[in-house]
């Protein structure tokens, strides 16, 4: 097999996004449209990926980092300007080169390679992706002859009354020979009412060099749609999401209701987890087996063993050990840390805390910047008092420990193993090991007191 180049196309302003961020980066399923475009050309393993950039250039090379190069599109003068930029980089390599427009992320990678092989088997010179719609308005129409052979590529604008019949389109990806592309670059005219330079004129320069032009017809018509504006944007979410969504329930997960789940593209999910509807599993989360998640609860980042059981809670950035009970209402916030058997209950909230096997922390708490032990109970109402205005401080709290209601652990402060701290108790200083810490303002009745205020009446 030849050696495999590919070009993505993602110097477009997008200026019907009406958006600050630049067209290609705006997420589908949790990831820029032009990094779903190159995870899948990746899949082929090309010899180099070159990323046309424009507008937001910077931001596109951050994003992608090394797994592309990249050449800038000064001018935006039409697309075969924009792939001419890629000369330099690949302009006299040997190979097959793919044409790939940052702006597809629906585009699978066993398509473009179905794409190759086919370009290959015909010897051609180029090679046209093509679908069909029923409704082809505004798209290039693919022309063939009484033997199928393509003619020519023509634009809606430019088409006769029978032409603009043609359902079959030009999906906009392409294979080329390398060397015969960049040849008829240099041979494209902008002399067009836009005065742009167009990819699709190489086409016609090959066919007039009598060249052999091929189409692949791909059978998925939603692979191809472009992301021009907010409402196709919304349409490839959608279809994405049903995508991830089947790969996931033919993997073993159910989903209660998978029209109303949405998981990102890179989450993995073991098998037997039960996911309710209204779920959002966002970034690189990973979910044991046998987990529930259920009342729209959000997970982003999260890490979570077998076993655990999330109700109505949210979990950023953080680990949870097997048979953990999260919710319903918690938040365990960015670097926290929950060992196995540990039970979060309800309107709980965590940060940058580490807690130990078979703990619990039932309900109406907050734990910030904090190590706890095992077979802790902290009761309702407690608090870690980290910050002073200024600066974070920690709280340590041993194993075996018992921290009553309403108790506040002014940081930094530790609590020794099997220390008890009664309730509603302001704990200031270290409590050693095995000691009852108590901290209460006297108690004082004052008899009469409400009948000299008149109360109640």
């Known amino acids: ?30 990831k820029p449209m032009v990094e779903h475009v ?13 990323t046309i950039v424009g507008h937001g250039a910077e931001a596109v090379q951050t994003h992608l980092k090394d797994r592309s190069t990249f050449a800038v599109q000064e001018e935006q003068l039409g697309t075969a300007h924009a792939v001419l930029q890629a ?6 390599k040997d190979g097959l080169t793919l044409v790939v427009c940052g702006d597809t992320p629906l585009i699978q990678g066993h398509t473009m390679e179905a794409l190759m092989k086919y370009h290959h088997e015909k010897r051609a010179k180029a090679t046209i992706l093509t679908t069909v719609l029923d409704n082809p308005t505004g798209y290039g129409r693919i022309i ?20 603009q019949r043609v359902n079959e389109i030009n999906t906009g990806t392409y294979c080329f020979d ?40 791909m059978e998925n018509a939603k692979e191809s749609l472009g992301v021009n504006d907010r409402v196709a944007l919304a349409e490839a979410q959608e279809i994405m999401r049903h995508r991830i969504n089947e790969k996931h329930m033919r993997n073993g997960v159910t989903l209660i209701d998978p029209a109303n789940t949405y998981i990102d593209v890179d989450v993995e999910i073991g098998q037997d987890t039960i996911i309710g509807p209204n779920v959002s599993i966002h970034g690189k989360t990973l979910i044991g087996d046998d987990c529930e998640i259920t009342g729209a ?3 982003d980042n999260a890490i979570l063993g077998e076993r655990v059981k999330v109700r109505h809670s949210s979990i950023y950035d953080s680990k949870v050990g097997d048979d953990v009970q999260v919710g319903p209402y918690s938040h365990l916030r960015p670097e926290s840390e929950i060992s196995e058997g540990v039970k979060i209950g309800n309107f709980v909230e965590t940060k ?5 096997k078979n703990s619990k922390i039932p309900h109406f708490i907050y734990m910030g910047d904090a190590e706890i032990g095992e077979n802790v109970n902290i009761g309702c109402g407690s608090i870690a ?56 303002v006297k108690q004082e009745n004052k008899e009469g007191y409400a009948k000299r205020l008149n109360f109640g009446k």
Do not use: W
Not at 6 to 17: K, P
Not at 87 to 92: E, F, H, M, Y
Not at 202 to 217: F, G, N, Q, T
Not at 408 to 433: H, M, Q, Y
């Open 1 to 30: 097999m030849m050696n495999r180049y590919a070009i993505v196309l993602a110097a477009g302003q997008g200026t019907r996004m009406k958006s600050k961020l630049y067209k290609v980066l705006h997420p589908v399923c949790g």
């Open 38 to 50: 190159v995870d899948q050309i990746s899949q082929l393993q090309p010899e180099e990926i070159v």
């Open 87 to 92: 000369k330099i980089a690949l302009g006299d």
């Open 144 to 163: 063939r002859d009484d033997l199928g052979i393509v003619e020519k590529i023509v634009e809606q604008k430019d088409a006769s009354e029978k032409e």
């Open 178 to 217: 390398n060397l015969a592309l960049f040849e008829a670059l240099e041979k494209v005219s902008n002399e067009n009412a836009q005065g742009e330079y167009y990819l699709p004129d190489v086409i016609k320069i090959l066919k007039d060099e009598d060249e052999v032009v091929a189409a692949y017809r």
């Open 297 to 299: 609860s959000l997970l």
């Open 352 to 356: 940058k805390a580490t807690i130990g």
């Open 385 to 440: 008092v980290n910050y002073d205005g200024k600066n974070k401080a920690k709280t340590i709290i041993g194993d075996d420990v018992f921290i009553g209601c309403n108790s506040n652990l002014v940081a930094p402060v530790k609590i020794g193993d099997k220390a008890f701290v009664a309730a509603g108790s302001t704990i200031t200083k270290d409590v050693p090991e095995g000691a009852l810490a108590i901290s209460r």
